[in-house]
């Protein structure tokens, strides 16, 4: 007996020696300023827990591109995976995969399906942890500043990446929530879909404009979407007619925010979105409880305050 248990000590030891451990982290796309940031974080942990972790993705924010990526990490059996799945349905089979080669997951920033993990419900139940700020919340955030800014009249609309994407969803979700409660008069014109790309996003803010001539404010809803809709106002010569609202900290936004072309960002803090998803994998790895969920924070930018140090440090990483 005291032999078995000596083995036991001793396999249970080594498991893990610390810098044995390799985590792999996916993002939605590689080159979008959010994920580098959210990297940084992650190689932060990493080098505080002594592991290594991984940035592996595709160029452009979808399943197609996203799919293979993940397959080929699992291939390369990680300990561990930490993913932006780019769609809360497409990505569910793709990801069990991963658990049943028995490597766990842990989403950052988006999720899938209900993003309720590991409570016995649903079909993607079983990521370990769910790290992301509250998308819901920071829809909201953009119709309260979207009604201060044009009151309680004419048209707006939501830029937006593409259907069934976690985060954006619920950006759009509570913005529409926010308007209808804040400032109902407001019109919601139907949302335009950019797949990621500023310059659909620019062309399509001329169309709406055109075919809308009371368009008082766009909500562009993510880096991309909310970089187009600005160039947009600023070709058509809106600029201090039509307020934008963006979402997300890139360099480019904040420098539209200097000049007055967009009026307020909401910055989601993606660094510790990466170090949390890695300090809850390693936990997990090391059989340690972790929480199914770890909300992150924003930061609100304004003309007012972004001279500040306190809010210019949450600006993206390029
Ligand atoms: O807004 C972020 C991220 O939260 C979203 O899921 C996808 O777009 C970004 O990466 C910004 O481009």
Same mark, same amino acid.
């Given at each position: 007996?005291?032999?078995?248990?000596?083995?036991?000590?001793?396999?249970?030891?080594?498991?893990?020696?610390?810098?044995?451990?390799?985590?792999?982290?996916?993002?939605?796309?590689?080159?979008?300023?959010?994920? #580098?940031?959210?990297?940084?974080?992650?190689?932060?942990?990493?080098?505080?827990?002594?592991?290594?972790?991984?940035?592996?993705?595709?160029?452009?924010?979808? @399943?197609?591109?996203?799919?293979?990526?993940?397959?080929?990490? #699992?291939?390369?059996?990680?300990?561990?995976?930490? #993913?932006?799945?780019?769609?809360?349905?497409?990505?569910?089979?793709?990801?069990?995969?991963?658990?049943?080669?028995?490597?766990?997951? +842990?989403?950052?920033?988006?999720?899938?399906?209900?993003?309720?993990?590991?409570?016995?419900?649903?079909?993607?139940?079983?990521? +370990?942890?769910?790290?992301?700020?509250?998308?819901?919340?920071?829809?909201?955030?953009?119709?309260?500043?979207?009604? $201060?800014?044009?009151?309680?009249?004419?048209?707006?609309?939501?830029?937006?990446?593409?259907?069934?994407?976690?985060?954006?969803?619920?950006?759009?979700?509570?913005?529409?929530?926010?308007?209808?409660?804040?400032? @109902?008069?407001?019109?919601?014109?139907?949302?335009?879909?950019?797949?990621?790309?500023?310059?659909?996003?620019?062309?399509?803010?001329?169309?709406?404009?055109?075919?809308?001539?009371?368009?008082?404010?766009?909500?562009?809803?993510?880096?991309?979407?909310?970089?187009?809709?600005?160039?947009?106002?600023?070709?058509?010569?809106?600029?201090?007619?039509?307020?934008?609202?963006?979402?997300?900290?890139?360099?480019?936004?904040?420098?539209?925010?200097?000049?007055?072309?967009?009026?307020?960002?909401?910055?989601?803090? @993606?660094?510790?979105?990466?170090?949390?998803? +890695?300090?809850?994998?390693?936990?997990?790895?090391?059989? $340690?409880?972790?929480? @199914?969920?770890?909300?992150?924070?924003?930061?609100?930018?304004?003309?007012?305050?972004?001279?500040?140090?306190?809010?210019?440090?949450?600006?993206?990483?390029?």
């Amino acid at each position: 007996m005291r032999k078995l248990i000596a083995i036991l000590v001793l396999v249970a030891g080594m498991a893990f020696a610390q810098s044995d451990i390799r985590l792999v982290l996916i993002p939605g796309l590689t080159t979008d300023a959010f994920y #580098i940031t959210m990297n940084k974080g992650a190689q932060a942990a990493a080098k505080a827990l002594g592991i290594t972790v991984d940035f592996q993705g595709a160029p452009n924010f979808n @399943p197609v591109e996203q799919i293979p990526v993940l397959d080929a990490v #699992i291939a390369s059996k990680p300990d561990g995976i930490l #993913i932006a799945p780019t769609d809360k349905v497409q990505l569910v089979e793709p990801l069990r995969k991963a658990v049943e080669a028995g490597i766990p997951v +842990v989403t950052v920033d988006t999720f899938i399906d209900d993003g309720k993990y590991q409570d016995g419900a649903g079909d993607g139940d079983f990521p +370990v942890s769910y790290i992301a700020s509250d998308n819901v919340a920071g829809g909201m955030i953009a119709a309260r500043a979207m009604c $201060n800014a044009i009151g309680n009249a004419g048209s707006v609309y939501v830029s937006n990446v593409n259907p069934g994407i976690s985060t954006t969803d619920q950006r759009e979700e509570g913005f529409k929530a926010g308007i209808a409660e804040i400032c @109902p008069d407001v019109h919601v014109l139907e949302t335009q879909f950019n797949e990621d790309d500023s310059s659909t996003a620019a062309a399509q803010f001329q169309a709406v404009l055109a075919s809308n001539p009371d368009l008082a404010g766009v909500f562009g809803a993510n880096l991309f979407s909310a970089l187009g809709a600005a160039n947009g106002v600023e070709a058509a010569g809106k600029g201090g007619d039509v307020t934008v609202i963006a979402f997300d900290a890139p360099q480019s936004i904040v420098d539209q925010i200097d000049s007055g072309l967009v009026d307020m960002t909401i910055a989601q803090h @993606p660094f510790e979105i990466g170090y949390y998803g +890695v300090i809850t994998a390693y936990a997990n790895l090391t059989g $340690n409880p972790v929480p @199914p969920h770890i909300g992150t924070g924003y930061t609100v930018m304004t003309k007012d305050n972004i001279a500040d140090p306190e809010v210019q440090k949450f600006i993206y990483s390029e």
